[in-house]
């Protein structure tokens, strides 16, 4: 069984700084996927960023990064320069790559983060 | 282009009636999936559509619930006899093959209450 845990429930960060999300997972599969998704106030989900197992670097887009350390299990995000519209639930999800094991995604607790002006 | 979306957007009902749920993936997507987020149980996996394929009901917390897909692209979530416990939001995503790690891309969510 797959398990993400997102130890942070909530934290401030000032804006213009960048702030670390922390995520680790717990899988027995040898192929998987990592996920971050933002949850603003509005409910909807949108996708950040997306690290497969097997890549040799770790993902970014714009302002996000994924700090990927698979020995360790961790695979956390990096929002650089924050902005006011960053304020929102944060969401670290995973799945299994092998088909036969489908395709649902395993979701942590979740982080609040809120930036301050 | 347009993304998923689900509607009613809100669903206030009262306990032991009947509820539809509805989602219109990405044109396109092969791949559906349900979920439901509480404040309790956090974001659990409901069931998940692949094209033709058996869907993958392990999720479904009880034989109240079912879905169906029709045509491979509109899909309807039904809760019979509804209970308090099933108050949630319920969000609904569609991928596609070209998606890194077919990523899943939500819809809005429907926020349901039960009274």
């Known amino acids: 069984a797959q398990k993400i845990t997102q130890t942070q429930p909530g934290m401030f960060v000032q804006e213009k700084e960048a702030v670390t999300l922390d995520c680790t997972y717990d899988?027995?599969?040898?192929?998987?996927?990592l996920f971050w998704y933002k949850q603003p106030s509005s409910g909807e989900m949108i996708f950040l960023i997306y690290?497969?197992?097997?890549?040799?670097q770790n993902a970014t887009e714009g302002r996000y990064s994924l700090n990927f350390q698979k020995a360790r299990k961790s695979a956390n995000l990096v929002i650089s320069a924050s902005q006011l519209g960053d304020s929102a639930m944060y969401f670290c999800?995973?799945?299994?790559?092998?088909?036969?094991?489908?395709?649902?995604?395993?979701f942590g607790g979740g982080t609040r983060v809120l930036v301050k002006p | 282009g347009a993304g998923v979306s689900q509607s009613p957007s809100n669903k206030v009902t009262e306990k032991g009636k009947d509820v539809e749920l509805r989602c219109d993936p990405i044109?396109?997507?092969?791949?559906l999936y349900w979920y439901r987020q509480s404040l309790g149980q956090g974001l659990e996996f409901l069931i998940y559509?692949?094209?033709?394929?058996?869907?993958?009901k392990s999720g479904l917390p009880s034989d109240r619930f079912s879905a169906e897909r029709t045509g491979g692209s509109v899909s309807t979530l039904t809760i019979q006899r509804t209970q308090q416990e099933d108050s949630a939001v319920y969000l609904c995503?569609?991928?596609?093959?070209?998606?890194?790690?077919?990523?899943?891309?939500f819809g809005p969510g429907t926020r349901l209450t039960v009274l």
């Open positions: 995503a569609s991928s596609g093959r070209s998606g890194a790690g077919d990523t899943q891309y």
């Open positions: 899988t027995s599969d040898p192929s998987y996927g």
């Open positions: 690290q497969g197992s097997y890549d040799q």
């Open positions: 999800a995973m799945r299994d790559l092998i088909k036969a094991a489908g395709n649902k995604l395993t």
């Open positions: 044109s396109g997507h092969t791949a």
């Open positions: 559509f692949q094209g033709n394929s058996a869907p993958d």
